[in-house]
């Protein structure tokens, strides 16, 4: 099971909205269908948490403009729950959550995206912490008191999205383990 979070704003729907909705279409989406095995979260503002269960998802496009609504009716919705779970579409749900409570209960081996390098021995059981604007001191101490390791990907700096699908690519090439 792969687990990808993505920390964002609000603002960044309006500011950076190609680069979240890409992120959901790298971790979860294929040209045939979803991946059945991941789950794809984004935590808005550290309140909000979008999840993406690519074994449930159903109706979910890969546009820019489809997913921005989907995000954007998640948040509108999400404003009206108290502590439940609301459905935005099938496999696409909305809740209220805080980072400190998801870095616990997230399953697997743990990182977060780092920057350029590379990590070797990564297993197929994991969860990855993402953020639209780089991990800061804090952030980092946070997740590393939570379990995380850094992540590191490729041979120059690449955005969150692209370095999901080079994750996600990496994985379904390595030796299944088990």
Not at 24 to 40: C, E, N, P, Q, Y
Request: glycine share 14%; aromatic share 6%; net charge positive.
């Amino acid at each position: 099971m792969r687990n990808f979070l993505l920390l964002a704003r609000r603002t960044d729907l309006s500011n950076r909205s190609g680069l979240v909705t890409r992120f959901i279409v790298g971790t979860i989406l294929l040209s045939h269908g979803t991946r059945k095995d991941v789950w794809a979260g984004v935590l808005f503002d550290d309140e909000m948490l979008i999840s993406f269960e690519g074994w449930g998802m159903r109706n979910v496009r890969p546009d820019e403009q489809s997913l921005s609504g989907i995000l954007r009716a998640g948040l509108r919705k999400g404003e009206g729950e108290e502590g439940g779970r609301a459905r935005i579409l099938q496999g696409v749900t909305v809740k209220r959550s805080r980072l400190s409570d998801l870095a616990l209960k997230l399953p697997g081996k743990k990182y977060y995206f780092e920057g350029p390098g590379c990590t070797h021995g990564i297993g197929p059981e994991i969860s990855v912490v993402f953020t639209c604007g780089g991990a800061s001191g804090g952030l980092a101490e946070l997740l590393g008191r939570s379990g995380f390791e850094p992540l590191r990907i490729g041979a120059r700096e690449v955005p969150v999205d692209q370095a999901a699908v080079i994750l996600n690519n990496a994985l379904d090439r390595s030796p299944k383990r088990g």
